[in-house]
Nanobody
Framework: QLQASGGGLVQPGGSLRLSCALS????????IGWFRHTSEKEREGVSALSSDGRNHFTADSVKGRFTISRDMAKNTVYLQMNSLKPEDTAVYYCAADPTGYGSSWSGQYPIWGQGTLVTVSS
């Protein structure tokens, strides 16, 4: 089970940190991916961290601004989002892949948390 949190309203240029807490399994065996979705765009892969801790991908649209990390003791993966832009506005989801790979493809992830809304607006 996954629990995502940390969304909210932020001004352009601001920062937010999203959290994704995994229960019922451990990060040693699961890759965690962050995805976002808006009514105008298809679900987009944002970033993913494989079970061995490597960052397998980060979308070009967020490179240099978003950083994925994890706390093994808390079994939680974070998405630090800096220099936020209005186009980052979306519902953000975290998902788990028990194969541990860390793909950008949402179909690789059978376990999904509820979304958390991020709104970037002045």
């Amino acid at each position: 089970q996954l629990q995502a949190s940390g969304g909210g309203l932020v001004q352009p240029g601001g920062s937010l940190r999203l959290s994704c807490a995994l229960s019922g399994s451990t990060l040693d065996w699961n890759a965690i991916g962050w995805f976002r979705h808006t009514s105008e765009k298809e679900r987009e892969g944002v970033s993913a961290l494989s079970s061995d801790g490597r960052n397998h991908f980060t979308a070009d649209s967020v490179k240099g601004r978003f950083t994925i990390s994890r706390d093994m003791a808390k079994n939680t993966v974070y998405l630090q989002m800096n220099s936020l832009k209005p186009e980052d506005t979306a519902v953000y989801y975290c998902a788990a892949d028990p194969t541990g790979y860390g793909s950008s493809w949402s179909g690789q992830y059978p376990i999904w948390g509820q979304g958390t809304l991020v709104t970037v607006s002045s």
